[in-house]
């Protein structure tokens, strides 16, 4: 390479590898000597590069984390990689104006064949229908719960049952991760005056200061945040992912007409007419409603309870069905 930026460029490049360098490692990837690799070593700490010598028998260097965010270099794919997640965050709401700002920072500076293919590139999240109690996450309430996640610090924060109320029941609780679930934010503790683990819906928190004293960290029901989560919101006790009831019917629709609404459920194809559905759901109750929307003769394989549950159904929607309100005039 003969030319000094280019050098430099390839040099800063190799140090953003996490990765200690040897002098003699980057003479030879770059195809100078070992000297010329001090003096761009130098030039680089110059532009306040935050480059570190690292001491032992070869020597080396490694890119070290700085006051002030430098400029950084990104090869093809990293570029195209930040482009996507940067236009799938800008769809969403909680840091959806920055992400904008910051995809137009990256497109202004690409080279034209990435900015091509960028712009050949258009996603559009399709975020669900708002639910009327959805509240936009402030930026600061992650931040700041995310600090003392990683500082390992107990929390106090006011909470509000729902969005309409205002947040005054306070919680102590040990946090221990942020997760996303269906477009909500959640923070996972441990919360220490119901001795038991809890979700809370980040968007009605409002943490309290100062923080309270360091903690070691419980095991999580299930080994991991996913398990325990998804766990939790299907209704059961955090350790398995499985629906706490799941059931066994036949219906006589097509396989392919059942699929597509089936969500988690396993759909087999047993003739042009009849599948096989295999449902779980958080109750018999909630499950017997759930396949009966499919309007369609229903044979259940089993078990007794998914069978109870459609009887119990069946007489309380034939009393519903005899229940009339008397006929109102209009208002004179």
């Known amino acids: ?23 003699d490692d980057l003479a030879e990837r ?27 028998p070869a020597g080396g260097y490694r890119l070290e ?8 270099l990104f090869d093809d794919g990293q570029a195209v990689a930040l ?37 050949l590139l258009r996603i559009t999240a399709v975020q669900p229908p708002a639910a009327h109690d959805t509240l936009q996450v402030e930026a600061q309430v992650l931040m700041d719960l995310s600090r003392v996640i990683h500082a390992r610090e107990e929390l106090r924060f006011d909470y509000a049952p729902s969005s309409s109320t205002s947040a005054d029941n306070p919680r102590r609780v040990q946090p221990l991760h942020l997760v996303t679930w269906r477009q909500h934010w ?21 943490p309290r200061t100062p923080t309270g004293p360091r903690f070691t960290p419980r095991e999580l029901p ?21 629906w706490p009831c799941q059931g066994e019917v036949i219906l006589r629709l097509p396989a392919a007409d059942v699929a597509p609404f089936a969500q988690d459920g396993i759909v087999e194809e ?10 779980g759901s958080w109750s018999w109750t909630g499950l017997a409603a759930a396949i009966g ?21 069946a007489a309380r929607y034939a009393l519903a069905a005899r229940t009339t309100r008397p006929e109102t005039g209009p208002a004179q």
């Open 293 to 313: 929307r499919f309007e369609t003769d229903i044979e259940v394989i089993g078990p007794p309870q998914l069978a109870t549950a459609f009887g119990d159904l």
């Open 65 to 72: 984390a700085g006051t002030d965010l430098p400029p950084l």
């Open 186 to 206: 959640y923070l996972v503790a441990w919360d220490l005056h119901r001795e038991d683990w809890r979700t809370f819906r980040v968007d009605r928190i409002r």
């Open 1 to 23: 390479m003969h030319k000094t930026s280019a050098r430099l460029l390839a040099l800063l490049s190799l140090l953003q590898t996490p990765r200690d360098w040897s002098g």
């Open 30 to 56: 770059l195809g100078i000597t070992s000297r010329t690799v001090r003096r761009d070593i130098d030039r680089l700490r110059e532009l306040d590069y935050p480059i570190r010598t690292v001491k032992g």
């Open 222 to 242: 299930g080994g991991n945040v996913s398990t325990f989560v998804t766990s939790r919101f299907r209704g059961n006790d955090g350790t398995t992912t499985d």
């Open 270 to 279: 047993l003739g042009p007419r009849h599948c096989r559905l295999i449902l």
């Open 83 to 119: 482009a996507v997640a940067l236009q799938t965050a800008a769809a969403g709401n909680t840091v959806a104006e920055d992400a904008s700002r910051a995809l137009a920072t990256l497109r202004q500076v690409m080279p034209p064949r990435l900015r091509h293919r960028i712009d």
